[in-house]
């Protein structure tokens, strides 16, 4: 059975008797009920954005059952309409299916009809809502890939799991992610939503900093048709397509203090309304999960952050460690987007031991994201498929400075330093001449030359 206490009912019919006893009934079933003894009224009950299912007698004065159909459809097409008539009135109920009637019943009324009649139409509704979010997500969100993988085994990383694991747990718990940019806050947001209880519900992640102040609420609430200029239609809000998965709130730091303010009653309530709208939404079957790479106690200091909302976002709180910090891991990231690569560009990508080393001494100020574009950048330039910490754009490493340092300043002879070098980089590179000449920055065909200058073969 339906939720009856969010359906809302407009039964319309000039019969005082009617509209009164059925009305009586339904209100005990659960069900908000609203009535009209004409269409008319009817109609500017709907106007008003009142009502779900109309249920209309098809025989009133005035505007009769079928324009008044019709005028509903004009006016709200997700609006389902139950048209009663009477025991001879066979050709009118068809004519009111052809006009976009859900169904129909005859008079005298038998409730549990119309009890079952509402409660079909109900799911049949909920199920276009779904569909309507299913398609308005896949619109908002058609690129999927799998570039959200949480990678590593080291002792940090473990912890890390352990925590995101416990907070997946707890569904109502809202969560909030701090962490340096390119630390992995949506790979950990995926990840939470993954070892949820309903991974396959939608994950929606929206950038509050990416989205421009006077359409955000928009973005998060939706709007009803109309809400404002360039509104031709309703759209539901993120909030309200993630109906029982997760939404992200990224840079949540760069919310408005007025969004700020709305979000906070939304988090506190889980109902809102969209845009322009009087109906409320239900939210109680979304997880929450903020993330911020600022110091949001700072900023409720500096009075542009509001000091109830980090309060309340605050709940599980999981800081989200730098890529220095998770040392351990980088060999197995570096591999796993060497990988990517692999499969783009159908070459057998290697990092030599000197670029992975190069890659362990670098401090990375921009983490995961900075690890990532390295390899990237280094597979689309590279002549060949060993790539080495020249590809990178990185210098040696500790322990492989021992040649290039034996090339002292007080030792200017350029004969003898350009042949240590020569040396160095062959060694580096055995029976791999082009490995060599890259790292040397000069062609394969100037290192031959070179070899044989310095009788090097």
Known sequence: MSDNKYVDIL???????????????????????????????GLKIV?????????????MPGMDGIEFLRSLKQLNPDL??????GHSNEALAIEALKAGAFDYFRKPINPREVISSLEKT?????????????????????????????????????????????????SEATVLLSGESGTGKEVAARLIHRLSRNPGAPFIAINCGAVAENILESELFGHEKGAFTGADRMKPGIFEMAQGGTVLLDEISEMSMHA???FLRVLEERRYRRVGGIKEVDIKGVRIIAATNKDLDKLVEEEKFRHDLLFRINVARIDIPTLKERNDDIADLAEYFLEEQRKLQDRNFQLTDAALSSLKEYEFPGNIRE??????????????????PSDLGLGLAKGEESSAAALSSDNLNLAENECSLLQEALRRNPNNHSAAARELGITPQSLYRKIEKYKLA
Not at 47 to 59: A, L, N, P
Not at 377 to 387: E, G, L, N, R, S
């Open 122 to 170: 109900s799911a049949f509704q909920l199920l276009k809502k779904e569909n309507r979010n299913l398609k308005a997500l896949l619109e908002r969100f058609n690129h999927i890939d799998d570039r959200h993988n949480f990678l590593g085994d080291g002792p940090v990383s473990r912890n890390l799991l352990n925590r995101l694991e416990r907070v997946a747990k707890v």
């Open 47 to 59: 106007e008003e954005g009142y009502g779900d299912i109309v249920v209309s007698d098809v025989r």
């Open 11 to 41: 039964l319309v019919d000039d019969d005082e008797a009617v509209r009164d006893s059925l009305g009586e009934y339904l209100e005990t079933m659960g069900w908000n009920v609203r009535t009209a003894d004409c269409a008319e009224k």
């Open 80 to 85: 389902e309409v139950l048209i009663i008539t």
């Open 260 to 262: 700020q303010s709305r």
């Open 371 to 388: 690890l990532r574009n390295l390899i990237e950048k280094a597979a689309i330039f590279a002549p060949t498929d060993t790539i080495s």
